[in-house]
């Protein structure tokens, strides 16, 4: 456990989600940069979406977490910034409707009460139906999420993350979110091999990359609530 503590870092912002923030409002420094021809399909939806995105209201959004070089900052999606700043976000929390086949995000160009739906987009996370399991190789000592579109979301749940406290009996955990769709814990005073599985597994599914990537950190989640960082990779 001592490596764990040696690896502890505290991130310049951290759940700094009092004001959401659109790019149309703010110049954001983005750590790549796109043609402008990338932006323009960018903003374009779908055909046959129109109906759809008509049909959204407030209650019909999530939260989704996006690395801060994520698109859809430069083409004005309604996000705040979870790690980092403003000006230089490392990690933002977007607001997305999902179909069979796309997400898409909440805008300011929409006639939707932005906060409302920030507020009732974190309700639908403390309210979705994940099934929660022991995977085998850990010795039921790693709680994972099954697979799905908002599951590395429920790290932002202090309701989801009571679940896996009381599954793996503590307070403290060390969560796992390198790309979408998946969520992974273990306890932050677990044996010393059982910890550098589990990283060694974060770390794979990092460099694997067969979803979109959210976060090559682990997080340090207390009473539901993130508290810290370990960086893993560079």
Sequence with gaps: MTL????LTVPTVLLGLSTLVSANELQTKMVAEYPQE???QAKKAPEGTAE???SLTDKDYYPLLKPGDWMGIETGSVYQVLLGSNEDPKLVIA????TPSNYFFLDGDKEIDLQEAASNAFKNIDKLEVEWYFPEG???QVVAGMPGSFVSETIL??????KIHSMLGTNEIIVSIPTRTVLSAVA???PDDVFAQFAS??????NEHRNSRISPELFIVKDGQIINLIPLTK
């Design 138 to 140: 850990y010795n039921e």
């Design 188 to 190: 932050f005073d677990s």
């Design 201 to 206: 597994n974060h770390i794979h599914t990092w």
């Design 38 to 40: 990338i932006l323009d």
């Design 52 to 54: 759809f995105l008509e």
């Design 4 to 7: 764990r503590k040696s690896l």
């Design 95 to 98: 607001y997305a409707a999902e």
């Design 157 to 162: 749940s202090a309701k989801q993350m009571k």
